[in-house]
Each structure stands twice: as C-alpha cells, then as structure tokens.
C-alpha cells in the first residue's frame, strides 16, 4: 500500500527549467517511492524522462565528467533528468551547473539520505539554481489519508512506540517493527556518517545518542555529555551536528528577547523518529509501564508540528522557554514577531501556562497541547 506523500505534490510545483530540486532525508523515508510515484502520476507517456541511480559506475562515469559533451549524450532527448542518489557521483554539483545552463530545455530533480555531503557538492555550484525538499518519517496529516481520526488516535500508542516509518506504520505486527528499527539502526542510521566523514565505528554515536534519548525535553550540556563519555566538548558538538545532518536528530535553543532574564544557553534534543529512539534504548515497554510518556509525548508533539510546517512552507522559528527562576513552556514558535507558546501534557489536569510569560509578551496566544485535543494542531 502506498501512503500519500505531501511532497508529491510539493515536486510537481516546483520542477521547473533551469532549477535543480534536491530531495533530501534519511534512508528508508521513501525518497525513491516519491520520485517513482511523481513519475507514475505526472510523467506517464510525455514528456520524456531519464531515471538514474548515483551509485551506478557507469551513471558516476557520465554525470561526473564534467564535459558539456558527455554530459548532452547521456541526457539525449529526454526533457527530465531524475537522479537518485545523487550523493555518490562525484563533482555533481559542478556537472548539474553544467546541464542546466548548457541544456536549456531540462529539468532536473535530484535526491540523497546524506544532505550534508549533497549540500556540499551542490551548494555553491547551485547557488540560486535550486529548491530543497526535506522528507521527513510519515507526517499523521499523510497517514490521514487511509486512517480517520479515531483511527490515528486508537494507534497513538503505537506511533509513540514505533514512530512512522513508512514501512513500520504499515507493519501489523510488534516483533516486526522491533527486528524493522533494529535494522535500521544497525545498517542504515549512521552509514552516510561513517562512509562520508571516516569516522571508525558507531559506538560513540551509539552513546551519545543514548545519553541524549534519556534527556528527551531537557537542556543538554556539551561538556557533562563529553564528561560522561571521555570525549571533547568540540567532538561531542561535532557527532550531534553530524547527527543532525544525517536526521536523525534536531535541536531546539531557548527563546530569549531578554538574556538575563531567560535560560538559553544550552539546547534541547529531540529526535526525528521517536521509534528511532525506542530503539536506541531497548524500550518497546507499553504506555501503562513507561515512565517517560510525558517525554515520548512531546518529542511526537513537537516532531509533527515540524513536519506541518515543513510541507506547508510555513516560515517560522520554533523555540522552547524557560527562566532562571523554573517557569518554563515546551514550545514557542514565533513567525512575524508574533508569539504563540504550547504547553505539551500527557495529562490534561496537569498543564499551566505560566503567568510569567503572558505578562513577558503581551498579546501572545497560548495553547495546552494533550490527547485529548492534539489532532487539531498536527493535522
């Protein structure tokens, strides 16, 4: 079964001649699903189209040449050029340059699971030549299209379990998903780190990424996390950085527009996938025998709101807010100055605004996010 995607509808807007789209994500968020599906629905019969992959020699051969020539032959007479994985072919950047101003009548559409190396190469080649699409895990707005609401909310706790990787949100069965996630982290998760940046092994990302699934909703330090693990501050930022770029985490800062008055210093982690994170720790345990639902719970929260953001172009920067003196709000998001602030609770008889921060920015609107009322803000 296919789950629509948002961004099937979000390539076809912005393919255009002259612009290169790079479609960019994690492994196994279905990125060649999307560009088969665009190709089954608007590429079907005209115009004519060239799909490769990147970790083809031959494809590398051509789209790496750097010879306006080769590069013509290659394409021939089709008027779409559709790369995937484009991260292994080399310069390919500078060869994209090369078509899109030599070939005046492509379109090119490109994807990779490692932005950070993509975004190198393509870059400063590219610069204004180009639209970026991020794939996140499935949004519950895409899962809405084959699941109705009471449908979404009787699988709640398998999403804050397993998350929603496509094939995971598909599977029926728990083991399944376990050996799924298990694989994935074993195979998948750190492959584009350790083939791209030569870093040995995993293990101190392992660590490090557990260290972090423990502090779901908390301010990380660098240098208690570099303590712990006998490492650098500076190598402790790199492998999150690192881990960012792969998606596998992201961070949030403290919003501030008094500094002395407001914690920011440090920032906060979340991951993109909280079955990603399940999995990091071993825990598959249900709801009922789980300490940390109210952290599982925000990290869904705030994930789902980012990917509602991401897919509807919303410009906006997202925040979380805390005092010196213990007040504190899970998310702030701000967008034209304006302030809106949610308060994420598990339990509904549990959630405040602190009056502090009505009385900071006047005129902000506050929400209390539970599970009771949370579709109406993800979907």
Not at 12 to 31: D, E, N, S
Not at 144 to 165: C, V
Not at 268 to 288: E, Q, T, V
Request: hydrophobic share 35%; glycine share 6%.
């Amino acid at each position: 079964m296919y789950i629509q995607q948002i961004n099937l509808h979000n390539l076809h807007t912005l393919v255009q001649l002259g612009k290169v789209i790079v479609l960019y994500g994690a492994r196994r968020l279905g990125k060649t699903t999307l560009l088969k599906q665009y190709i089954t629905k608007y590429l079907n019969g005209s115009p004519k189209y060239l799909f490769v992959t990147g970790d083809d020699i031959h494809v590398q051969e051509y789209l790496s040449s750097q010879s306006i020539e080769k590069l013509k032959e290659f394409i021939g007479n089709n008027k779409i050029l559709i790369i995937d994985e484009a991260q292994y072919i080399h310069h390919v950047g500078l060869n994209l340059k090369l078509i899109v101003d030599n070939i005046p009548d492509i379109k090119v559409i490109t994807s990779g699971s490692s932005y950070f190396d993509l975004s190198k190469q393509v870059g400063e080649p590219l610069t204004g030549r180009q639209y970026h699409i991020r794939q996140s895990p499935l949004a519950e707005k895409e899962i809405s299209t084959i699941e109705k609401p009471h449908e979404i909310k009787a699988h709640l706790e398998t999403r804050l379990i397993y998350g929603s990787y496509p094939e995971v949100v598909l599977m029926t069965d728990n083991h399944n998903r376990q050996e799924y996630l298990k694989e994935l982290i074993n195979s998948y998760l750190f492959k584009d780190i350790l083939e791209l940046e030569n870093i040995r092994n995993s293990d101190k990302l392992v660590k490090i990424l557990r260290l972090i699934a423990y502090q779901l909703g908390k301010e990380v330090s660098y240098n208690e996390l570099g303590v712990q693990l006998g490492l650098s501050k500076n190598t402790i930022e790199k492998y999150l950085d690192l881990l960012e770029k792969v998606f596998v985490v992201f961070k949030r800062t403290g919003f501030s527009r008094n500094m002395r008055k407001v914690i920011s210093k440090n920032c906060r982690y979340y991951f993109y996938d909280i079955g990603i994170r399940n999995a990091i720790i071993n825990n598959y345990k249900p709801l009922s025998l789980r300490d940390d639902v109210g952290q599982l719970w925000e990290n869904y929260i705030i994930s789902e709101r980012n990917k509602i953001h991401e897919y509807n172009h919303d410009f906006l920067s997202s925040y979380f807010w805390r005092t010196y003196d213990g007040a504190e709000i899970d998310l702030i998001e701000e967008k034209d100055e304006d302030v809106t602030a949610y308060e994420i609770k598990w339990n509904k008889k549990q959630a405040s605004i602190p009056l502090k921060l009505v009385k900071t920015y006047p005129g902000s609107l506050t929400h209390i996010i539970n599970k009771e009322n949370y579709l109406k803000f993800i979907l």
